[in-house]
């Protein structure tokens, strides 16, 4: 039996990024964070399943992970929508830590990736080191 993963959306990510979704889409969010929330909790069943967590980073006991979502209702595949959370699962304390939760759109520069690990590094010192 899996264990079942504490849920934490960080302030930062709350305050920059989810307040944005939660205006553009009002109700689909809800629907939405509640589905996400709930893989989340069960999140080790989802690693390894690449089309859904993409490991970024294996440490041991915290692997940072990119996940992909779709905005509930009709629309775009969970790829294609471009929305996404990057997530640190630590094992130890059965908890998932919510970093990021963005569309593409939110991330600048030229280069997705490396916008995103750019926000990390500068709004989580305690995970710099692992990107």
Known sequence: MSTNYAVIVEKFA???????FKK???????????AIAEQF???????????IVEIICDAGDIKICK??????????????S???CIIVVQKSSAVVHVLLVYSKGDIGG??????????????????RALL
């Open 24 to 34: 553009k889409h009002k109700n689909a969010w809800d629907i939405t964070w509640n």
């Open 41 to 51: 909790k069960r999140i080790e069943s989802l690693i390894g399943i690449n089309s």
């Open 14 to 20: 709350e305050r920059h990024y989810i307040s944005k």
């Open 110 to 127: 030229t280069n997705e990736t490396t916008g995103w690990k750019t926000v990390i590094k500068d709004n989580y010192p305690a995970y």
């Open 67 to 80: 996940t992909e979502f779709r905005i509930a209702g009709p629309g775009k595949s969970r790829h294609a």
């Open 82 to 84: 471009g929305n996404r």
